[in-house]
């Protein structure tokens, strides 16, 4: 297949171009931002995410196009709404209407964020009602919706994730890579909460695993929403545990009882509508994952 | 009203609120019609109102934004530029000000509208994706949804607004009007919609009542009452004299569509002053004035 890939030089872009690039599938890779050196994949550019390049690219006739880009990170997000909007929801828009007026019609597939449903203790389904919190939220709400739009009035066929909390090498931040972090640098440190907050945290190897297949079985997306996540909850405080006892160092945490503006008490998510789509795919187990991560930093 | 601002003063409805409400500031980058006496407070654009931090203000009424469906869609980014960005905006502005009421303006056309005949309320199904300009005013909504907790809003879903106005509009009274008075022939696209059709001044009071009540969330403006096009042309070809004659072409909009006013009326006790009739009269008396 031919695949481009939208944000290639992020986290969960980066690893889905080189799953892509191994396979023997012939991987586009662009961003708006900066290249990323490390990876080995020979067309990637840096480009304007405007409409004329994104008809320009679409000329190559890709089968498969993936929107990974935008700002990735709530932190950033937290003061100023319009870099959200312009990195992310002005340049899909661009792109949906590049692709609304080129003859290549590939599927779209949009990654958007657990986020934008917003504070629910439930285990999320798609169908539950969004409340984002935070502009990072908002923005991926915004774009899901620019996507439902195109899908059904321009005949695209455009699918969305919704990403929750991933972790892995080459990650520098979220709860994982800092309490890493400070494990490794400091003997008594402070995590963000109460600790009984509960992430689906998924590592990235299966999450990628998730998102091929899915993209793989559903060709033409109609506007389809998809959690993609582990499907296995655990609280904070326990991730925590579990990475102290694998530096195997004597260091003391605690928490700091207060959560940032955008964070919420619990993410867990209801994966049956992936799952009855891709079906049984083994999952790295979590003291693994978590292995393999600390012992990349 | 001192306390009560409304931005976008230079369009069709902002002057008809200013006139009848002269206590209301106006705030743009374009000054109102000559004959208001409302303040004015000049700003270049929406990206610094730093200026208005000294201006007392608690009520905010948003006008801005594009009512132009036929552009908008031709292009999708006109209405996001036009109708999604500036409430941004503004939204981020207010935020850090303690506002009581902040109103703006989305359409009927939000509605799925899955019973033509049957009014619908602010409890109908939506289908936000129908066109590029509805789908413009659902990301206002969802917009205004985001702030709510830092800016309560009342979003209103307002009907086939009508009235005088100088400004060449693509609307179908305004066009009639416009026509009525420089060509011979006059056309409508079709003369069988049934729509509601409420005169400005009404709507104003419906606004200025509304933005002075507890209320926050959507409301429906109309008069609950709908007449097919035709009732309309027919008022129209009476008062001026000429004949105004269908091209039986299809419209964008429903055929039947009818308000459900009720929460409205719960909200404020309003209820309109002018018929159809009466409404058009007056706006052909005015507009005669100005050509």
Redesign the interface.
């Known amino acids: 297949m031919k695949i481009c890939i939208f944000g290639g030089n992020g986290f969960i872009g980066s690893n889905l171009a080189n799953y892509y690039h191994k396979n023997k599938h012939k991987v586009y890779v662009y961003t708006q931002t900066k290249v990323n050196k490390n990876l080995k994949i020979k067309n990637n550019f840096k480009i304007r995410y405007s409409e004329k390049n994104f008809t320009y690219i679409l000329n190559k006739k890709f089968d498969l196009v993936y929107f990974l880009s935008g700002n990735s990170n709530q932190e950033t997000s937290k003061s100023d709404?319009?870099y959200d909007?312009t990195s992310t929801f002005?340049t899909f828009?661009n792109l949906l209407?590049a692709v609304k007026k080129n003859k290549s019609k590939p599927p779209i597939w949009f990654a958007s964020s657990v986020v934008v449903y917003g504070s629910n203790n439930k285990p999320l389904k798609e169908n539950f009602e969004r409340n984002?919190i935070s502009y990072y939220a908002?923005t991926k709400?915004?774009c899901e919706?620019a996507g439902?739009?195109y899908n059904?009035?321009f005949n695209l066929n455009i699918g969305i994730m919704r990403i929750f909390s991933t972790f892995g090498p080459g990650l520098k931040k979220l709860v994982v890579y800092d309490t890493i972090k400070k494990i490794n640098s400091i003997n008594n440190f402070k995590v963000f909460g109460t600790g009984n907050e509960i992430r689906d945290l998924a590592f990235i190897d299966d999450q990628i695993k998730t998102i091929t297949t899915l993209c793989n079985k559903i060709k033409k997306p109609q506007g389809d929403i998809f959690n993609i996540a582990a499907g296995k909850p655990y609280t904070i405080k326990n991730i925590v545990k579990k990475l102290v006892k694998i530096s195997k160092k004597k260091v003391l945490f605690s928490f700091t009882k207060k959560r940032r503006s955008f964070d919420t008490k619990n993410f867990i998510a209801d994966k049956s509508k992936t799952n009855k789509i891709i079906g049984f795919i083994k999952k790295t187990p979590i003291d693994v994952a978590l292995k393999k991560t600390y012992d990349s930093n | 009203m001192k306390n009560t601002v409304l931005f976008g003063g230079s369009g069709f409805f902002g002057p008809i609120i200013l006139k009848k409400y002269p206590n209301i500031i106006s705030i743009g980058r374009t000054k109102p019609p000559k004959e208001l006496k409302n303040k004015h407070i000049q700003i270049k654009n929406l990206n610094n109102l730093r200026k208005l931090d000294s201006i007392n203000f608690d009520k905010v009424i948003f006008l801005i934004g594009s009512s132009n469906h036929h552009i908008i869609n031709k292009n999708?980014?006109i209405g996001?530029k036009y109708n999604f960005e500036p409430l941004?905006k503004i939204m981020?502005y207010l935020k850090n000000r303690k506002i009581k009421k902040f109103i703006c303006f989305t359409t009927i056309l939000l509605y799925k509208n899955e019973k033509p005949g049957k009014s619908v309320s602010e409890k109908g199904k939506t289908d936000?994706?129908?066109?590029n300009y509805v789908?413009s005013k659902?990301?206002m909504e969802?917009?205004v949804n985001?702030y709510k907790k830092s800016v309560p809003s009342i979003i209103v879903r307002l009907c086939n607004i009508y009235g005088y106005s100088k400004l060449k509009r693509p609307d179908l009274v305004p066009t009639i009007m416009q026509d009525v008075f420089k060509k011979k022939k006059i056309f409508v696209w079709n003369t069988k919609p049934v729509r509601d059709f409420i005169f400005a001044e009404d709507a104003a009071d419906a606004v200025v009542k509304l933005v002075n009540s507890n209320y926050t969330g959507v409301v429906n403006i109309g008069t609950g009452k709908s007449y097919p096009v035709e009732t309309l042309t027919n008022i129209i070809s009476s008062v001026s004299k000429k004949q105004i004659l269908s091209k039986n072409k299809k419209v964008s909009g429903p055929y039947k569509f009818l308000t459900n006013i009720n929460l409205l009326k719960k909200i404020t006790k309003w209820k309109p002053k002018y018929t159809l009739k009466k409404g058009l009269v007056k706006t052909y008396n005015i507009m005669k004035n100005y050509y």
């Open positions: 709404i319009y909007l002005n828009v209407e984002p908002l709400y915004l919706n439902k739009f059904d009035n | 999708v980014n996001i941004i981020e936000p994706y129908k066109n789908f659902h990301l969802e917009t985001f």
